[in-house]
């Protein structure tokens, strides 16, 4: 313990004999001394039974400290006290929000981080209990998000239905709701009937509110008679705000992460639509679309295509042919070699690809393989006759592949060829039609599938 303030500033304070302090310290009574022409009173600050300080004063007459100056003086301490309380009061206040904002802030799961919150805020207001509801928009309920000090059994049957209970008035005036004695409520509500027979008797229930919508509401429970004083009420409204902040927060980022997966398996089921829709379409090719994007992956992986790649490769392997749902029957399903005329149709099937994915903006990353897959290493292929390394390496790699599967399966216009002719084909083709690098490692693949 040390003097926090002196007058005049010069004065020594240790002057006091120690076992006054000690006595004052120990006892928490005020203590009135005598030396020699001297005498002086120091005097406890009491809050609430708590010893904040020492006032001290001395004077130079022995007989100074007549009763009525004491009790003048035991007077001004008392407010003097109420006032250093409220200050050291209001710092603890500061701090404990504080903290509880770093927790909640650190935390992915608000759930994980909320228990150790409301043990920093019964800390604070001495509470026996506590609670943290939320408010659900969308059932226009309550639903207990965490709890401190109670046992289950109380939370299962509380919990259920807090909406009828005290929580619940809270949440629908949007006011706090201060109960000093449970027992002695009128007229019983069954909730307070529960909890005071659980032998709380203190009751507070103070509404989350951020950005002017109602986000939950936090109750805290003492077994004592409590009132909660508008000094308290501001101390906790720090604490709320954060954790109505947070439970805001973590509302936006939760409706966030459901709808990023309800978009993802919109997008996973849409390209299992766009291609199987392509084998009702083209009968002979089914499976083809499977092997090329198993094969083209294993190549990927080979080749040391970064792995964050690899959804994006085999997405657009799965949808590389999609183009040729614009191509009429007459011509995919020609069992002969097709007219120039029929051939200038055919080659629109990447740009008409392209036309079917651009718009589905989750796709544009798989664009490149559909849009390319026909451009050749020596710039003689289609859309764009794009040459060598102008081609995007996903779309060399398939085109490999793709014409590997090709060559060694029927195709309305000719029969299969034996493997070791396609092996042949593209080992020839490597530096004409295909990257001759890709080949070598597609080549490698096959002998080690082997
Ligand atoms: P597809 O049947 O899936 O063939 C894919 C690619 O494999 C072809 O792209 C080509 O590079 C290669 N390929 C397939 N079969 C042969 C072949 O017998 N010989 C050689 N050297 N390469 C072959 P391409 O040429 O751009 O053709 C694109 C698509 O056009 C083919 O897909 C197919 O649907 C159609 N097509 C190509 N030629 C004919 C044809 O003579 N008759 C019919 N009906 N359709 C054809
Ligand atoms: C496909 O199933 O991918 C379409 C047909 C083909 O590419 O051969
Ligand atoms: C085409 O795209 O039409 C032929 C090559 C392939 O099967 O993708
Ligand atoms: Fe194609
Ligand atoms: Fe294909």
Not at 105 to 124: E, F
Not at 194 to 203: A, I, M, V
Not at 302 to 327: F, N, S, T, W
Request: with cysteine.
């Amino acid at each position: 313990m040390q003097w926090i303030a002196t007058w005049p500033e010069n004065f020594d304070p240790v002057s006091y004999p120690p076992s006054v302090l000690g006595e004052v310290i120990q006892y928490k009574m005020t203590k009135i001394f005598r030396a020699g022409n001297e005498s002086g009173g120091v005097f406890p600050l009491i809050h609430q039974g708590e010893l904040l300080g020492l006032l001290g004063l001395k004077s130079a007459k022995a007989t100074y400290f007549q009763p009525g100056l004491v009790a003048w003086i035991q007077a001004y301490v008392d407010m003097a006290t109420t006032d250093l309380a409220h200050e050291k009061g209001r710092a603890d206040a500061i701090e404990t929000a504080h903290k509880i904002n770093r927790l909640l802030h650190s935390t992915r799961k608000l759930q994980d981080a909320l228990p150790s919150a409301l043990d920093l805020l019964t800390g604070m207001t001495e509470a026996d209990a506590a609670t943290v509801l939320r408010f659900n928009p969308a059932s226009r309920r309550l639903d207990l998000l965490a709890a401190r000090g109670l046992e289950s059994r109380t939370q299962a049957k509380i919990y259920l239905y807090p909406d009828d209970g005290l929580a619940g008035q809270s949440a629908e005036s949007r006011q706090t709701v201060k109960i000093e004695d449970l027992q002695t409520l009128q007229p019983a509500i069954w909730q307070a009937d529960y909890l005071s027979k659980e032998g709380f008797r203190g009751y507070l229930a103070f509404p989350l509110i951020c950005n002017d919508n109602l986000q939950g509401v936090i109750e805290l429970l003492w077994r004592r008679p409590k009132n909660a004083v508008p000094l308290m009420l501001d101390d906790i409204s720090r604490s709320a705000e954060v954790i109505a902040y947070s439970l805001e927060r973590t509302l936006i980022l939760e409706d966030l992460q459901r709808r990023n997966d309800e978009l993802t398996s919109t997008c996973n089921a849409t390209i299992e639509g766009l291609s199987r829709a392509l084998e009702l379409r083209d009968l002979e090719t089914e499976g083809h679309t499977r092997r090329v994007s198993e094969l083209a992956l294993r190549l990927a992986a080979k080749m040391d295509v970064p792995a964050e790649q690899h959804e994006i490769l085999q997405q657009g392997a799965l949808l590389h042919d999609i183009g040729k749902l614009g191509i009429p029957d007459a011509i995919l399903l020609k069992p002969g070699s097709l007219t120039p005329q029929e051939w200038k149709v055919m080659q629109q099937h990447p740009l008409y690809a392209y036309s079917i994915l651009a718009p589905i903006v989750s796709l544009r990353e798989s664009l490149d393989i559909p849009l390319y897959h026909h451009e050749r290493w020596d710039g003689s292929g289609y859309p764009y006759g794009l040459v060598g390394e102008q081609i995007p390496l996903s779309a060399q790699l398939f085109a490999v592949v793709d014409v590997y599967d090709a060559l060694t399966s029927d195709r309305p216009y000719r029969p299969a060829w034996p493997r070791s002719q396609a092996i042949e084909y593209l080992r020839e083709q490597a530096g004409i039609q295909f990257s001759p690098v890709v080949v070598k490692h597609f080549l490698e693949l096959l002998e080690d599938l082997k």
